[in-house]
RNA sequence: GCCCGGGUGGUGGAAUUGGUAGACACGCAAGACUUAAAAUCUUGUGACCAUUUGGUCGUGCGGGUUCAAGUCCCGCCCCGGGUACCA
């Protein structure tokens, strides 16, 4: 008898895998096909650890089990390899990030490989290759030729905008667009042409624009509102300035509101959904005018609360408002500015860790309000964002916080439109309430007097309805050098597109950018583009989300070189139907890609608006970090670690300890032996001479070693998996010593997939003794009859297992195979029939082991071939059975009951249970059902 | 503050969505095989009492609905994630 040898079988069926390429994939219009997606990686030097596989392994059990069950199934992998941690490298060592990447790429593919995924390497993609950013910078050029018509909620070419203009300028024009224009055809047809590219360029899905960006000085880069958390750089943490800048964007605010409405269409989990909807922002309100007392400007202002238009007591402006500077009165002025000059030299995060403690000034002006013409003071303050709504607030303190708190402030009247509520401390923000000194709509509830106030302001033209976004549109350049040159060139400081040539990515001697912002590539000379047009070429690069938004299109059909790919291949493979990532990049990458698929499908290249049909987001798999404990106190001017166990608040430092000499990791009782003290002092000789103080002794590393029973405690945190923390655990460790298919299977058992997890290797030897005992089992299988007993199990054991990878509870299939392995054990004997048909169950998650005895079973073909096999109710039938007494159809009960169970036994156990019993002894049973499962039902 | 998740043995986690709570696994304990160890196998393992037969308590806390609640309702506490002067 053979034991199981995982290293053998594994390496072997891989390099057959990889011969025959079983796992390539063709079109095929005869089979229905299924589309599972990964989000691909971005290639690191610090190469795969043990928790990036699991959203592999997860969508690679769901694709092979698909297969099984006769799809045919695009599951190919890529690499994201255009960003900013290659470039960092190649400043750090003038090595072209180009190198550095492929070197990352074979590493993370050396890995990859050996964890046995069913990928179609054939359909391999990388963002950084010319013949795929092609295609990004093509869909660039898209977006440059676009505008976006409100009235039909689509995109279109910008030549059907230009007609437009030409024969009636603005004239019933509804576009998206960054400033309202107004001219007549005449006007416009006068235009040079620049100033006609100008106008363009208002409308443009991507545009040029003079913008407020997040500038990043210590990347040399602007970054979007996605890639900015709290002020500071995601990547980083550095801090973020609000700069002007001129920069490219797309216009993904067009889109606000299909965006929002395609989650209905969409299986995502609720709070990824929520997310989206939260930073999409849609709020429902209506547009006042205020006019200015004694001038001819009015002030624009957005709420949602109309209802409170009684109450406004004040105005409240951005400092950047354009209203701001003809406003002030002479008397004011002097405030104004240097109040303005004070909030100019705060960065965002100042701003806003101001909360709750109001700064503004007066203006010197006053507004009226539309509703009966009073009096209300124009302030200016910091705490009102320039870049939502208008600009500008009507402040109403009696219901909104931070205008109540501005008021008290600033002794402000706060006027109370509240019935019998008191404003002595707080706004009333809730909205159930009567309203009082609030003429029109005295005695009405919320919705009644918002509609009152709404329909008397349209009706007197000072308001009308808005629909309001949160959503900004996106900053699309970057000032770096590894990302995708723009197609775009410039004369006369006109950008203009390139469209018959690709611009490729020029050589540069260094990649450093610079402080003021100049990119990397203004280090190019003419000579070093293959493209160089007008006086100037665009120096900026794309951020790293533009090639990772259509790449699940380009798998379709990678090698494509006339088009993004073909008509036939987009509707054939059509939507991605199970796409498995994280759940991080739910505002970034998700919404991007979603935006993308939109205009594309608003250009007809492809048939469906959401790209992903299903999320599913994997959890993180985090690392113990272990510390050993150094005092900070010396010892004779030695070092000296202590016991954790011993330790006293802050009398310590931690020194961070590779995980590779530490004894129970992960555990609150990891520990050092004497010999792993000596492995950690010659890993850091600083330490060579340290003490280690154990049970109150003090022990120096040599006279550790005549003790090896000593162990010296060390304090375990839970956090990220990083080679910084000393904690990275490679997966190919655990395939040298346990294999792939029980790593598969283990990073599957250690919980629900969607769960954030700590790597412990605690349970691993259960789900290797499995594979083992599995092994055995088919070993002493005999050609033998299949018994009632072994396909009782058989069946239970198919039934639960394809519910379960249909629901992706990995977790609990993992325990169904142990159960039935188990089960099997236990009878004499079993049969190569349920051997066989059990292999097909396993292959998904175990492949090698289930090829081996797929194989060893004399079957030519391999195991993603076999059809997966269906559940045979008729095994269970006898434990099926009603047990007629009467029935008279009014209540129902269920019980639980043990399965085994004759039928004189039933009602024996229903009246087991003295509180049931209570209730049913003045009733009649009529009925009782006992169906497959446990579940009784008492009819009474 | 607001919006989502979640709280079950020593541990990771199950529980047919209202029906025997703790499946499966780890760990631990005892035993078998072995000169010994490893490996493997068997048995036990929520707590407390009775130690045989049982009994009582038990899913963060407090109430409620129900013959029956981890699951539903009301009120708290704690943890994780997201997000915020968004008018």
Known sequence: MTTYNPKEIESKWQSFWRKEKTFSVKEDPNKKK????????YPSGEGLHVGHPLGYIASDIFARFKKHQGYNVLHPMGYDSFGLPAEQYAIQTGQHPALTTEKNINRYRQQLDRLGFAFDWDREIRTSDPSYYKWTQWIFLQLFDSWYDVA????????????????????????????ELVFSPKK?????????EKVLMNYRLAYLSMSQVNWCPELGTVLAN??????????????????EMMQWSLRISSYAQRLLDGLDQVDFTPSLKEQQRNWIGRSEGLLIDFEIEAQPQIIKVFTTRPDTIYGVSFMTLAPEHHLVQQITTDEYKTDVLSYLDVVSKKNERERQSNVGNPTGVFTGAYALNPINNEKIPIWISEYVLYGYGTGAVMAVPAGDQRDYD????????????????????????????????????????????????????????KATKKVNFRLRDAIFSRQRYWGEPFPIFYKNSTPYPIKDTQVLLPKVDKYLPTKDGRPPLGRAGREDWNVFLGDQMELNTMPGWAGSSWYFLRYMDPKNENELASAEKLTYWNQVDLYVGGAEHAVGHLLYSRFWTKFLYDLNIISFEEPFKKLLNQGMIGGAIESLCLKKEKKDGKPVFICSSQIDNNQFVKIPCHIDFVSDYGTKNSYLTPNQIAEFTHWRPEFKDALFEINNELYSVSELAKDTSQKLYTLTEHGKMSKRYFNTIDPEKICDTYGADTLRCYEMFLGPIEEHKPWNVNGISGVFGFLKKTWALFQQAKQEEQTKEELKTLHKTIKKVTEDIENHSFNTVISTFMIAVNEWNKLPQISLKTMETFTVLLSPFAPHISEEIWKKLGYESTVSKAPWPLFDESFFEESSYEYPISFNGKMRYKLALPLSLTKDEVEIEVLKNEKTKKHLADKEIKRVIVVPGKIVNIVV
Not at 34 to 41: A, I, R, T
Not at 155 to 170: M, Q, R, Y
Not at 188 to 196: I, P, R, V
Request: glycine share 6%.
């Open 226 to 243: 996605d890639e900015v958390k709290d002020g500071v750089s995601e990547r980083g943490g550095y801090p973020v300035e609000q700069k």
């Open 406 to 461: 501005f008021a008290k402030e600033f002794n402000i009247e706060i006027k109370n439109i509240f019935k019998g509520v008191s404003l002595a401390s707080n706004a009333y923000v809730e909205k159930d309430v009567e309203y009082i000194n609030s003429p029109a709509i005295e005695g009405l509830n919320y919705e009644d007097a918002t509609d009152v106030i709404m329909t008397t302001l349209i009706q007197k033209k």
């Open 34 to 41: 299924y589309y599972v997606l990964d989000m691909f990686p």
């Open 188 to 196: 416009w047809n006068a235009y040079s042409t620049e100033n006609k």
């Open 152 to 179: 039909e909620k689509k995109a279109k070419p910008i030549s059907k905008l230009v007609s437009h203009f030409e024969n009636h300028g603005t004239q019933n024009l509804l576009a998206s667009c960054t400033k």
